[in-house]
């Protein structure tokens, strides 16, 4: 990862932390649910990495989009639908990593 890369990663951690609370506490609980693999995905998503992280609160929008996937359009159905206060969306865990599966968006 580059240096511009890493600052980027950083930025992006630090609006979750002071500007989505609602993303923050989720990931707080599928950390709890899941283990520290949950705080790998984020990071791979923010990275760029396809199909691990992304979530949008208060108008800020992190990570990567779930392009392609099916969770994607069914997530966008659901906000169009019912709103939301926070979305995040979650990838799996590579096999071994974790407590248990890391599917779907929380």
Same mark, same amino acid.
């Given at each position: 990862?580059? %240096? ?6 950083? +930025? ?8 989505? /609370? &609602? ?9 709890? %649910?899941?283990?520290? #693999? =949950? ?5 791979? #998503?923010? +990275?760029? %990495? /396809?199909?691990?992280?992304? =979530?949008? %609160? +208060? #108008?800020?929008?992190? &990570?990567? /989009?779930?392009?392609?996937? /099916? ?11 019912? &709103? ?13 990593? #974790?407590?248990?599966? &890391?599917?779907?968006?929380?």
């Amino acid at each position: 990862m580059t %240096e511009a890369q890493a600052a980027a990663v950083q +930025r992006d951690l630090q609006t979750i932390k002071t500007a989505m /609370p &609602g993303v923050y506490a989720a990931i707080q609980a599928k950390a709890a %649910e899941i283990g520290q #693999g =949950a705080y790998g995905l984020v990071r791979r #998503g923010l +990275r760029g %990495e /396809p199909l691990c992280f992304w =979530a949008m %609160e +208060r #108008g800020h929008v992190v &990570g990567t /989009p779930f392009d392609g996937h /099916p969770v994607q359009a069914a997530v966008a159905q659901q906000l169009v639908q019912f &709103g939301c206060a926070h979305v995040c969306m979650w990838g799996e865990l590579p096999a071994g990593e #974790g407590k248990g599966a &890391g599917n779907g968006a929380a």
